[in-house]
C-alpha cells in the first residue's frame, strides 16, 4: 500500500494508472486520502524526523528562495478542511494480529528512509556527469 502511494508521489501518474502490483487503485488512493485526513502522514513525518534528528542524521541547515516559487493559477481558494472520512469495507480481522497498523507503517516508513538514504550514497560516490 505504502509503496503505490510513494509510486504515485514520485511519478506523477494517474491513480488510475497505478500498476497492479500495488494492488487495485482505488484501495490506494482511499487508504492515502484517509491517511492524510485523519492527520497520519503529519505524523509519520514528525516521527521518523525526531528519530533521524536523534541520531544526528538531519541537516536542517537549508534556504530556499521563495522568489521562484510560483503558484498554480488555481491554488487560491483551495479547501483547507481535510475530506471527511469514510468508514472502510471489510473491517474484519487484520493480516498481522500482533502488531497495529500504526507499527507497521512506521516500519514500512523506516525502511523506505533506509532505502533513499543508500540511493543516495551510491549516487555521492558516482563520478559527475554533464549534460
Given at each position: 500500500?505504502?509503496?503505490?502511494i ?20 482505488k484501495?490506494v ?7 492524510s ?6 505524523r ?5 524526523q525526531?528519530?533521524?534528528d ?5 541537516d ?20 483547507t478542511?481535510p ?7 471489510g ?7 500482533d ?17 533513499v ?15
Amino acid at each position: 500500500m505504502i509503496d503505490g502511494i510513494l509510486h504515485r508521489v514520485r511519478t506523477g501518474v494517474q491513480w488510475r494508472d497505478l500498476p497492479e502490483r500495488f494492488g487495485p487503485w482505488k484501495t490506494v488512493y482511499e487508504r492515502h486520502r484517509l491517511w492524510s485526513a485523519d492527520g497520519t502522514w503529519d505524523r509519520l513525518l514528525r516521527q521518523v524526523q525526531a528519530e533521524a534528528d536523534a541520531t544526528g542524521e538531519v541537516d536542517w541547515d537549508i534556504s530556499v528562495d521563495s522568489t521562484i516559487v510560483r503558484a498554480h493559477q488555481h491554488a487560491a481558494g483551495a479547501r483547507t478542511n481535510p475530506p471527511p472520512a469514510l468508514s472502510s469495507k471489510g473491517d474484519g480481522p487484520r493480516e498481522h494480529q500482533d502488531e497495529t497498523p500504526w507499527q507497521s507503517l512506521v516500519a514500512r516508513l523506516v525502511e523506505v528512509v533506509l532505502e533513499v538514504r543508500a540511493w543516495a550514497a551510491r549516487g555521492a560516490g558516482s563520478p559527475a556527469r554533464s549534460t
